[in-house]
T-cell receptor
Framework: NAGVTQTPKFQVLKTGQSMTLQCAQDMNHNSMYWYRQDPGMGLRLIYYSASEGTTDKGEVPNGYNVSRLNKREFSLRLESAAPSQTSVYFC??????????????FGPGTRLLVL | QKEVEQNSGPLSVPEGAIASLNCTYSDRGSQSFFWYRQYSGKSPELIMSIYSNGDKEDGRFTAQLNKASQYVSLLIRDSQPSDSATYLCAVNHNTGGFKTIFGAGTRLFVKA
């Protein structure tokens, strides 16, 4: 099992460009998440999907959109990239919604630089 | 006040010593607590989870939870250079919907 995979690993964008970060999991998990990690700030939740067909905003959703394409895949889209979106993006998944005892499993991350 | 607070470190300990990492949280409705290890340039990986007051041991790692004091800690016995990483505390609660809050992490250096 590959676990949680993310593409691309690294991306450089110019301000105003758009891109989609891809995430897939092969653990048959119901819930998936997108986080960003900035120095000194820990992981902050952007969006999550409790189950196939549902998505909800997290702590920092502005400037992002998501799509839960099917049970395996959860994509994050930046419509018009801004330098403030320079960060490391992690996708995670869990069997159930991580509000109780669920453990989240993380992908390898995507490093995004917006110039 | 941050919802989950950790000392950013770096915490430096000699090889073979006990490393003690601390985390405090503000929401009394929090139900489960996790410690993740993150090596530089890598993704977080789960080390320990704890849900009840007291200690939970797994090999060289012990998690301690005190809900009354809103405090969770991680002890690493016989610290090894390979334990050098950033340790993230994460707190879950589901009152009013899903919420997981991560601390900013404590950097640990184990000197050989």
């Amino acid at each position: 099992n590959a676990g949680v995979t993310q593409t691309p690993k690294f991306q450089v964008l110019k301000t105003g460009q758009s891109m989609t970060l891809q995430c897939a999991q092969d653990m048959n998990h119901n819930s998936m998440y997108w986080y960003r990690q900035d120095p000194g700030m820990g992981l902050r939740l952007i969006y999550y999907s409790a189950s196939e067909g549902t998505t909800d905003k997290g702590e920092v959703p502005n400037g992002y959109n998501v799509s839960r394409l099917n049970k395996r895949e959860f994509s994050l889209r930046l419509e018009s990239a801004a330098p403030s979106q320079t960060s490391v993006y992690f996708c995670a998944s869990s069997e159930g919604l991580a509000g109780g005892h669920e453990t989240q499993y993380f992908g390898p991350g995507t490093r995004l630089l917006v110039l | 006040q941050k919802e989950v607070e950790q000392n950013s470190g770096p915490l430096s300990v000699p090889e073979g010593a006990i490393a003690s990492l601390n985390c405090t949280y503000s929401d009394r409705g929090s139900q489960s607590f996790f410690w993740y290890r993150q090596y530089s340039g890598k993704s977080p990986e789960l080390i320990m989870s704890i849900y009840s007051n007291g200690d939970k041991e797994d090999g060289r790692f012990t998690a301690q939870l005190n809900k009354a004091s809103q405090y969770v800690s991680l002890l690493i016995r016989d610290s090894q250079p390979s334990d050098s990483a950033t340790y993230l505390c994460a707190v879950n609660h589901n009152t009013g919907g899903f919420k997981t809050i991560f601390g900013a992490g404590t950097r640990l250096f184990v000197k050989a």
